[in-house]
C-alpha cells in the first residue's frame, strides 16, 4: 500500500479538497495590543545598510547582512563593514531580490553560507538557493542547489532558511508570488515549505518521497507569504506568515499538512470580501496564533541565550507593520503575544548572536542594524 500521505497529495494534483487532518483546532487571535511601556533592553546602534533585508550570526560574533539590490556584508560588533565579492547576479524589484542568508551548521570547519535570492530567467525570475564558501571578503565555490521551477509571479517571495536541529536538513519557504491558487498545486514550488538535503537533494523520507519533481520535496503546502522559519529548543518547527487584510499566522509547522491558503484565512480580501476562516474547514491545520490588525512579520528567532533569562525559548518576531520587536511565548503546541516594543521602524529580521545579544535591522534606505543589551 502506498503512504497515506502520498495518496493525500495524489488527490490534491487530482483536484480533490482532501488534506492531511489537522494537529489541532483553531489557535489563539490576538487584537490590536499596546507596546509594552518600558524596554529591558539597551539598543546600540551598530551600521547602516541600504535596504537590508536579512542577518545572520557568525560563530566569531560577526553578522552576516544582505542588502536586497544584491549585496552581502559581513559586519564586526564594532560597526566595521566589508563588502562580499563574488555574490551571484539577482533580480531585484519590487519584493523580490537579495534575501535570506544563513551559515551552515558546520561553517565553523567548512566556512559555508547558504543564500536566497530571486534571479532572471526566460519565463520571470526564479527563487535560487544557493551554496558558497567565505573566503575573507569573497564567495567561492559558488554552486547553485535549488532553482523555483516555475518563473514569473509577483512579490511573496519567502526564501526564508532554517536547519534542522541535527544540522541535517536544510528547510526553505516559499511564498506564492501573489499567485494564491498555486498554494494548492502540489506540482509546484509556490506557497510551500521545502525540505532539503544540505546539497539541495530530495530526502528519502519526505512526506510525499514517491512522487516526481517539487512534489516530493514538499514539507507544507497552503503557505501565503512566509518570512519567518525557526526551531523552538524543543525541536518543533515554527513559520510565521502574512495575511491578507487581517490574519498574519504563527503556525506549528509538521510534515504533509496543508495550512490552507488561499481557501481559508483568519483575515479577509484585499478588496473586503470574506474569506472562510480556519474554523470553518477544519481539514485545513488552523494557525496556534494569528494576528488582526497585522503585525507583518519578519523574521524569527528562539531565544536560546544567557543575557536575557526572561526570554528563554520565546520567538522573538520582527513587526513591519507593528515597527516594532514581538515577543511570543510558545508552550508545547500553543502560543501566545507577551510583550510588544516600540522600536520607531520597520523590523525586517531578527537573530541572536553567541553571546545572547539580540540583533535587529530595519526595513529602510538607510536601515540601521541594531543591537540589544540588557538595560542595566
Given at each position: 500500500?502506498?503512504?497515506?500521505s502520498?495518496?493525500?497529495?495524489?488527490?490534491?494534483i487530482?483536484?480533490?479538497?482532501?488534506?492531511?487532518l489537522p494537529?489541532?483546532?483553531?489557535?489563539?487571535?490576538?487584537?490590536?495590543?499596546?507596546y509594552?511601556p518600558?524596554?529591558?533592553?539597551?539598543?546600540?546602534?551598530?551600521?547602516?545598510f541600504?535596504?537590508?533585508?536579512?542577518?545572520a550570526?557568525?560563530?566569531?560574533?560577526?553578522m552576516?547582512?544582505?542588502?536586497?539590490?544584491?549585496?552581502?556584508f559581513?559586519?564586526?560588533?564594532?560597526?566595521?563593514k566589508?563588502?562580499?565579492?563574488?555574490?551571484?547576479?539577482?533580480?531585484?524589484q519590487?519584493?523580490?531580490?537579495m534575501?535570506?542568508?544563513?551559515?551552515a551548521?558546520?561553517?565553523?570547519q567548512?566556512?559555508?553560507?547558504?543564500?536566497?535570492?530571486?534571479?532572471?530567467?526566460e519565463?520571470g525570475?526564479q527563487?535560487v538557493l544557493?551554496?558558497?564558501?567565505?573566503?575573507?571578503?569573497s564567495?567561492?565555490?559558488?554552486?547553485?542547489?535549488?532553482?523555483?521551477?516555475?518563473g514569473?509571479?509577483g512579490?511573496?517571495?519567502g526564501?526564508?532558511?532554517?536547519?534542522d536541529p541535527?544540522?541535517?536538513?536544510?528547510?526553505?519557504?516559499l511564498?506564492?508570488?501573489?499567485?494564491?491558487?498555486?498554494?494548492?498545486?502540489?506540482?509546484?514550488?509556490r506557497?510551500k515549505?521545502l525540505?532539503?538535503?544540505l546539497?539541495g537533494?530530495?530526502?528519502?523520507d519526505?512526506?510525499?518521497?514517491?512522487?516526481?519533481g517539487?512534489?516530493?520535496?514538499?514539507?507544507?503546502?497552503?503557505?501565503?507569504n512566509?518570512?519567518?522559519?525557526?526551531?523552538?529548543?524543543?525541536?518543533?518547527l515554527?513559520?510565521?506568515?502574512?495575511?491578507?487584510?487581517?490574519?498574519?499566522e504563527?503556525?506549528?509547522?509538521?510534515?504533509?499538512?496543508?495550512?490552507?491558503?488561499?481557501?481559508?484565512?483568519?483575515?479577509?480580501?484585499?478588496s473586503?470580501?470574506?474569506?472562510?476562516?480556519?474554523d470553518?474547514?477544519?481539514?485545513?491545520?488552523?494557525?496556534?496564533?494569528?494576528?488582526?490588525?497585522?503585525?507583518a512579520?519578519?523574521?524569527?528567532?528562539?531565544?536560546?541565550?544567557?543575557l536575557?533569562?526572561d526570554?528563554?525559548?520565546?520567538?522573538?518576531?520582527?513587526?513591519?507593520?507593528?515597527?516594532?520587536?514581538?515577543?511570543?511565548?510558545?508552550?508545547?503546541?500553543?502560543?501566545?503575544?507577551?510583550?510588544?516594543?516600540?522600536?520607531?521602524?520597520?523590523?525586517r529580521?531578527?537573530?541572536?548572536?553567541?553571546?545572547?545579544?539580540?540583533?535587529?535591522?530595519?526595513?529602510?534606505?538607510?536601515?540601521?542594524?541594531?543591537r540589544?543589551?540588557?538595560?542595566?
Amino acid at each position: 500500500m502506498r503512504p497515506r500521505s502520498v495518496l493525500i497529495l495524489s488527490g490534491l494534483i487530482a483536484g480533490t479538497a482532501l488534506a492531511v487532518l489537522p494537529i489541532l483546532a483553531n489557535g489563539r487571535t490576538v487584537g490590536a495590543r499596546d507596546y509594552s511601556p518600558t524596554q529591558p533592553f539597551a539598543v546600540q546602534a551598530v551600521a547602516d545598510f541600504d535596504t537590508p533585508w536579512a542577518i545572520a550570526a557568525l560563530p566569531d560574533g560577526r553578522m552576516l547582512v544582505t542588502e536586497h539590490a544584491g549585496h552581502l556584508f559581513v559586519v564586526t560588533p564594532e560597526g566595521e563593514k566589508t563588502e562580499i565579492s563574488g555574490v551571484p547576479e539577482v533580480h531585484q524589484q519590487g519584493q523580490l531580490g537579495m534575501h535570506d542568508v544563513a551559515p551552515a551548521p558546520d561553517f565553523a570547519q567548512s566556512g559555508l553560507i547558504y543564500l536566497t535570492y530571486a534571479a532572471p530567467g526566460e519565463d520571470g525570475s526564479q527563487i535560487v538557493l544557493a551554496r558558497a564558501r567565505l573566503d575573507g571578503a569573497s564567495l567561492s565555490d559558488v554552486e547553485e542547489l535549488w532553482r523555483q521551477p516555475q518563473g514569473g509571479g509577483g512579490g511573496h517571495p519567502g526564501a526564508i532558511i532554517a536547519f534542522d536541529p541535527a544540522g541535517e536538513h536544510l528547510f526553505l519557504t516559499l511564498g506564492e508570488r501573489t499567485l494564491s491558487d498555486t498554494a494548492q498545486d502540489p506540482a509546484q514550488a509556490r506557497g510551500k515549505v521545502l525540505r532539503l538535503m544540505l546539497d539541495g537533494s530530495t530526502p528519502a523520507d519526505n512526506p510525499f518521497a514517491d512522487e516526481v519533481g517539487v512534489a516530493a520535496q514538499l514539507w507544507t503546502l497552503g503557505n501565503r507569504n512566509p518570512y519567518g522559519l525557526a526551531f523552538a529548543p524543543d525541536g518543533q518547527l515554527w513559520l510565521h506568515e502574512m495575511g491578507p487584510r487581517g490574519g498574519d499566522e504563527l503556525n506549528l509547522i509538521a510534515p504533509g499538512l496543508n495550512y490552507g491558503w488561499p481557501v481559508v484565512s483568519n483575515g479577509s480580501n484585499y478588496s473586503g470580501s470574506a474569506i472562510p476562516d480556519h474554523d470553518e474547514r477544519p481539514e485545513f491545520e488552523a494557525p496556534r496564533l494569528s494576528w488582526t490588525p497585522v503585525i507583518a512579520p519578519a523574521g524569527m528567532v528562539f531565544y536560546t541565550g544567557d543575557l536575557f533569562p526572561d526570554w528563554q525559548g520565546s520567538a522573538l518576531i520582527g513587526g513591519l507593520a507593528a515597527r516594532g520587536l514581538v515577543r511570543v511565548t510558545v508552550d508545547g503546541d500553543q502560543a501566545d503575544e507577551a510583550e510588544r516594543w516600540d522600536m520607531d521602524a520597520r523590523i525586517r529580521d531578527v537573530a541572536m548572536a553567541p553571546d545572547g545579544a539580540v540583533w535587529l535591522i530595519e526595513d529602510d534606505a538607510p536601515g540601521q542594524l541594531l543591537r540589544l543589551t540588557p538595560r542595566d
